[in-house]
């Protein structure tokens, strides 16, 4: 299983356990589908995590939420 395959089941997994109450649930299940190519599922998890956060929509705050990733990761999302 893939690094995102995991990530998305721990992500899917904390979102259960908080019941979509902290602040990064839906942004870290937007990250984690887009990471396995589930587009449809991370569309539908970014208008709530914009949300619950308006920052996560502003594309200027891209380069400071995605700093500390490694190549691959920027690859990825872009």
Do not use: C
């Not at 929509?57 to 700093?67: I, Q």
Request: charged share 25%; hydrophobic share 35%; glycine share 6%.
């Amino acid at each position: 299983m893939s690094g995102y395959a995991n990530a998305v089941r721990e992500f899917e997994a904390s979102v259960k356990i908080s019941d979509h109450v902290a602040l990064y649930d839906y942004y870290s299940l937007v990250l984690g589908y887009w990471g396995v190519e589930k587009t449809r599922q991370a569309l539908e998890n970014y208008q709530p995590a914009v949300e619950r956060d308006p920052h996560f929509g502003e594309y200027k705050t891209l380069n400071d939420r995605t700093a500390e990733w490694a190549p691959f990761e920027h690859r990825a999302i872009h």
